[in-house]
Structure formats: C-alpha cells, structure tokens
C-alpha cells in the first residue's frame, strides 16, 4: 500500500513568515510529486510539481525534494491570509494513479 | 475558457434512492477521474478512464457504477446511497499519453448529502 504521510496541523503562522509543509512517502520508487491547494469546501487545485531532486521555485513557493530520504517539502514565503488553506502532497508512481496525502491545514495570522 | 463541470453542486437523496452525479469538460483530456472526499481526508480514487478504458478501484464498492459516453462526460451512479456514502464528489482530468499523470484538473464537486 503506497503510502503519503502529512502532519494534519493546522499549522499557524504569522501574516509575512515563512510556512513549511512537510511531506513523506512510502514507496521509493516514486517518480513525480505534486502540491495541490484546496481552500475550504472547494476543490483541489494545482500549484506546484517537483520531479528531481533539489528546489523548485515558483514566485512565493519552493518545493524541495530529497528522494533519499523519500520528503518533499512546499515553502510559501511572506504568508499572506489568502494563503489559509489545505495543502494535500501527492505522488506518482509508475503506472498507478496519483495518491493524495490527508492534507495541511495552513492558518496565516493577519 | 476550457474547464471541468460538475453538475449539481449540492445533491440530497434519501437512503436507497438511486443518484447520478454528472462531470463535463471542455479540455479535451483523455484521462477522466471520479474521487469521493469526506471532512479531513485524502481524496479517494473510486475509478478512472483513460479513453474508454474503464479502470476500477479494487476498494470501490459495487454500489459506485460510471459511465463515460464520450470523452467530455462522465457520470457517477450510486445505486442504493447510505449514510456513509455522504461526501463531496470531485471530478477531474488530465492529458495523458499512455498513463495517468500528476497534473490533474478538478471541477468544483458536488456534496452528497444523505438522509
């Protein structure tokens, strides 16, 4: 059973800080990893990629990926209320389905 | 501008009576996807299609059936809802040239409510 693991939270942080969401997976043989943003009652929708090994930067966000140590991580720099929100890692494998982790739960204070 | 559409946004059936639930887009992805998500959790994949090809779940119930008569729509059928079927059902797509594929497209959903 491919597995993604994310820390529940919700995790607060200060309107201008930096926020890091964790990810880990069990299946080391992934290949693509995906952060998906989901505000409440609605649906997901894409906001970043990561498939090699290193840091991705995409205006306010970086994703990082360690494959060794099966963690990709999403940085959102000068968090701003807007930015409240779910955040579900998901991960790709081979030939199977993209499997979603239970999300992030971000609270950017004002 | 091209989208996935999901139809209705808000559904209420009563337990045992039978729901289809709708999905369209205009994209032109060959890849379509029905996922059930409830308060809290993960997105869970009930089936997809890759074209024609029908792809189930092997943890999908049997009460979940789809259909896919062209490539812009996909139902959703619930043949005897319970309680526990109560969710938000989220449609989504990507391109795709031999395999599903991490950047998918989602439509707004429709939240089953049932009494």
């Known amino acids: 059973q491919k597995e993604v693991e994310q820390n529940s939270g919700p995790l607060s942080v200060p309107e201008g800080a930096i926020a890091s969401l964790n990810c880990t997976y069990s299946d080391r043989g992934s290949q693509s990893f995906f952060w998906y943003r989901q505000y409440s009652g609605k649906s997901p929708e894409l906001i970043m990629f990561?498939?090699?090994?290193g840091d991705k930067e995409d205006g306010r966000f970086t994703a990082q990926l360690n494959k060794a140590s099966q963690y990709v991580s999403l940085l959102i720099r000068d968090s701003q209320p807007s930015d409240s929100a779910t955040y579900l890692c998901a991960v790709l494998s081979g030939n199977t389905p993209l499997v979603f982790g239970k999300g992030t739960r971000l609270s950017v204070i004002a | 501008d091209a989208m996935v559409i999901q139809n209705p946004r808000y559904q209420v059936t009563q337990f045992g009576k039978p729901v289809t639930l709708s999905c369209s887009q205009t994209?032109?992805?060959?890849?379509m996807y029905w996922y059930q998500q409830k308060s809290s959790q993960a997105p869970k994949l009930l089936f997809h299609y890759y074209d024609k090809d029908f792809n189930n779940e092997a943890d999908t119930p049997d009460n979940f059936q789809s259909r896919r008569p062209n490539t812009s729509f996909c139902f959703l059928d619930i043949r005897s809802p319970g309680l526990g079927d109560a969710a938000m059902y989220l449609c989504?797509?990507?391109?795709?040239?031999?395999?599903?594929?991490?950047?998918?497209?989602f439509g707004p959903g429709t939240r089953l409510t049932v009494l």
């Open positions: 994209l032109n992805h060959n890849v």
């Open positions: 989504a797509t990507s391109r795709d040239t031999g395999r599903p594929a991490g950047e998918q497209f």
């Open positions: 990561i498939y090699s090994n």
